[in-house]
């Protein structure tokens, strides 16, 4: 669609305006002439914004004990972070915990991983994940009553949870 | 050099072949990547980054499909190269646009490209031609698995994958469904899609992502969560998803024949008539007309060009694209001219 002024960008800014007889008119302008015309508008938030919006609360909160947070690794403050919206570095996830975890939860609705873990990471680690996913499994499948699944993701989570305390039986086929 | 080898070929995606290709484009899956022990990219030095970006390019000489690989540093690219690898899909604007010490690597078939130094010190993108989630998966997953047998990655067991933006932290895997959408813009019906699918926390973007709009009736659908969920999860929330939307395209578009055979039919044959005849057009208008003619030939109203051609065009007749091919820089005039002359060779 074209700017309603200039006929020559697209327009990119999408009004529209109320007046005292509930009567709506519809205006499409360019930035450009938006601009000109002096309107109250943000033609588009950056993520950067956004999330500095999601963080301002917490900082309230959080500024007195979380303003003077440093990581060592990056050197960059929780209010550098605040700032960016963007981590300076790994470390900063634990660094910044406090404050991240309820914006995490803000964002995604969650705050602990359930999905790949890199070979590297150690086995305990996926282990212990592999038996909470079960877990989460079985919860599921108890609150859609889907008991026969249940009973067989139940006998998984026995049989991993024998492997690590026998772990020299691991091997042995049943 | 290699760039021209990727000009004079056709993406392996855009063949306009796949599972529901009259209706999904491609299904491109993306995860973010960052090395243990360096610094993310917005605060690193130059020194720094120089450093990510030839450790990178040495691991990626020993992964096991490295030969299958086209390495490119973003220093030794015209505007334009830069400008045509964002048209294929390949590199994101921002990484186009940015100075230095930036790389892509690019599979031979372009269903795979690496980006290096993007936000996050590794971006891996596999994009398919139409509906394809768990074959794209399957091959993201793969590559990602053997590079990192070769590249340790930042991981934390609470939060996953760490990444530069608190945004794709967890699995990293943002998959983004490019459809094609003409019959609910007609009918107007697109806002409820769109509001639909905002409730249920689903991005949609325009054909060239983030901040571009719906050109050509193209919608990209993207997950936004990526924290909490495993990556079966995400895929099988956009398996449910999908397929409503390609239903209700499919209705929309059977349900526009019936009501008003001759306009729908008159407005398809019209956007064919000028695209065959046009002598200089822009960018936009090219888009709308091809997005027409992409669904008379879905209808069967249009039975003498492909699917393929047309997806093709879509791409080609980018700005970038047609320097590419003129082999030179052109003004926006002059590329409007060479676009309506490269559509009519392709058309008629």
Sequence with gaps: MLCQNCQK????????????????????????CAHKQGLPYKAQFSIAEILSGLIEPLMGKAIGEMANLKCQNCGISYVDFKRQARFGCADDYEVFKEGIVPLLERIHGATQHHGKIPSQVNQELLHERKLKDLQRELNQLIRTEEFEKAAEVRDKIKKLKDKATKPNNSKRKK | MNMDKLTNQVSDWLKGSGPDADIIISTRLRLARNIRGFVFLSYALAKQRIEIESFVHEKLKKVPFHDKLIYIQMKDLSLIDRQFLVERHLISQDHAKASSYRAVAVERKETLSIMVNEEDHLRLQVILAGFQLADGWKEINKIDTQMEKYIPYAFSPQFGYLTACPTNVGT??????????????????????????SRIKFAVRGFYGEGTQALGDFYQISNQVTLGKSEQEIINEMQNVIPEIIKFER????????????KLKDSIMRAYGILRHAETI??????????????GINMNVIKDTTLKKINELFIYTQPAHLQKISKRELAPSLRDIARAKYIKAHLN
């Design chain 2, 172 to 197: 990293a895997l943002r998959i983004s469904v490019m459809l094609h959408l003409p019959a609910l813009a007609i009918a107007r019906q697109i806002d409820k899609v769109l509001n639909a699918l």
């Design chain 1, 9 to 32: 960008k697209n327009a990119t800014v999408h009004l529209t305006e109320i007046s005292n007889q509930n009567v709506q008119k519809e205006i499409h302008l360019c930035d450009d």
């Design chain 2, 282 to 295: 822009t960018s936009e208008e090219t888009m709308k007309h091809l997005s027409l003619i992409r669904l």
């Design chain 2, 251 to 262: 209705n929309w578009r059977e349900k526009l024949l019936d009501d008003n055979n001759k």
